[in-house]
């Protein structure tokens, strides 16, 4: 069962989803559909320098996970900065991750640690924002706050790529993130959120099954479907930002979903292999990462897998001993090799990050604060070198001190990986011109 989680803004999920703010909130696949009618059908695919369409699987750790106790510990440092986790050497030579993480120390050949990613917001809701975006919030915002002035990495994939094969090109499991819509961008670019336990007998994904009524009955006819469709829970019907909307290409697209073979095999996670699921862990986390999985394997776009609870301002060496760093270091490592396996890390990005890192000095609550002067963000695959590790921090992991980058240049690097113009500008509803991303540089160690 999925456990609801707080940040320090105390703003847990339920209160979010009741907000009702229409940027922001994820959509049921028919509200995609409906706000989609009037829109155009599926744009050419994008793709980069080396003519390949590049997906992305985004596992997003709402609160700001510690980079000391992951993936830049400092041995050498004060026990009061050096915390109580030991380092253990990793599958590259002479790189070392802290003993909280053995699965991914497994297999760090197959991906890049960034250690040097840094911005100045120390609030939830600027970080988020900044991180999910790649442009800094342009007013402080405090920790409770909700942001949603510039589209998400999400959005912006989908404005580009639309929806194919009735797929939708953005998904989040299982919300999401406070900045993770679209904006100005529209409804129609907002997530299709697949919430729900996938880890639990009888999970469905909402709004891709047929209704009981019709799917027991061999003669339903497609007014019935209709119907039943039409009765269908819509979150978001004051997000039409087209007037024009067709209703019966709404229908249609619903039904051609609802009846898609394709669609049907990607969501019915309980076709996957017994010793597969068992990979990733018998787990709400792990078994959405398979999800993510199975789904940029049809041709989802953008998958964004969200965590939340890891604002560890007390008990953060108690909590990383336990069972939900196990779970991401087991369900992250099996979902890199799985995609390698697969063949499909050369066309699949991996990325693992929160807003900001945590302070270098631990607190009196046996806890660690806010930082976003340092952080590390793993990244794998869409043609990432393999087994690096870029940048770093000094000695006491206050600051990045060498190949210092910012959000700015993670949000360029991505764009650049998925085939979109960084510099590109985009214009707002009421036509005001946007820059995608403002001045950002290429992680040149990102590309081969």
């Not at 990986?417 to 005001?432: C, F, P």
Request: net charge positive; proline share 6%.
């Amino acid at each position: 069962m999925s456990r609801l989680t707080h940040n320090c803004a105390g703003m847990p999920r339920r209160d979010f989803l009741q907000l009702g703010i229409g940027g922001v909130l994820g959509l049921g696949l028919t509200d995609l559909l409906r706000l989609r009618a009037g829109a155009s059908q599926a744009k050419a695919p994008l793709v980069n320098a080396a003519g390949k369409q590049i997906n992305c699987i985004m596992v997003w750790l709402d609160g700001g996970p510690s980079h000391f106790e992951t993936f830049d510990l400092k041995p050498d440092a004060p026990s009061e900065i050096r915390g109580d986790f030991k380092t253990i050497p990793t599958a590259v030579p002479g790189v070392h991750f802290s003993e909280a993480v053995p699965e991914l120390a497994k297999i760090a050949d197959k991906f890049t640690v960034v250690r040097s990613i840094c911005h100045k917001d120390p609030n939830h809701g600027g970080g988020n924002h900044y991180m999910m975006t790649g442009a800094p919030t342009p007013v402080p915002v405090a920790c409770g706050a909700f942001v949603t002035f510039h589209p998400s990495f999400g959005s912006v994939v989908s404005h580009h790529r639309g929806v194919r094969d009735g797929m939708p090109a953005y998904t989040s499991l299982p919300q999401v993130s406070r900045s993770g819509g679209p904006n100005f961008l529209g409804g129609k670019h907002a997530p299709f959120v697949i919430d729900g336990s996938p880890n639990s007998s009888g999970f469905k994904v909402r709004d891709v099954v047929l209704p009981s009524e019709i799917s027991e009955s061999r003669a339903t006819s497609r007014r019935e479907l209709r119907a039943s469709l039409d009765r269908m829970k819509r979150y978001a019907d004051t997000l039409a930002d087209d007037p024009a909307v067709s209703f019966d290409q709404y229908y249609q697209q619903g039904v051609d979903l609802v009846l898609s073979a394709k669609a049907q095999a990607a969501f019915d996670i309980h076709k996957e292999n017994e010793k597969v699921r068992d990979g990733y862990g018998r787990n709400d986390f792990g078994q959405r990462l398979l999800m993510a999985r199975r789904l940029v394997e049809v041709g989802v776009s953008w998958v964004t897998v969200y965590s939340g609870g890891w604002d560890h301002h007390t008990k953060l060496f108690e909590a990383y001993k336990g069972d939900t760093v196990k779970r991401l270091d087991l369900g992250v490592a099996a979902l890199i090799k799985d995609l390698d396996e697969r063949g499909l890390l050369d066309t699949t990005m991996v990325l693992l990050l929160g807003e900001f890192g945590r302070t270098p000095k631990v607190n009196k609550d046996a806890g660690r604060d806010h930082w976003p002067h340092a952080m590390s963000v793993l990244m794998a695959g869409g043609g990432i070198p393999r087994g690096q590790i870029v940048g770093a921090t000094d000695a006491k992991g206050y600051h990045a001190s060498e190949n210092v980058y910012r959000p700015e240049d993670f949000a360029a690097s991505i764009y650049t990986k998925m085939g979109i113009d960084h510099a590109q500008v985009l214009h707002t509803n009421t036509g005001r011109p946007v820059q995608l991303v403002s001045n950002g540089r290429i992680i040149k160690e990102l590309f081969a």
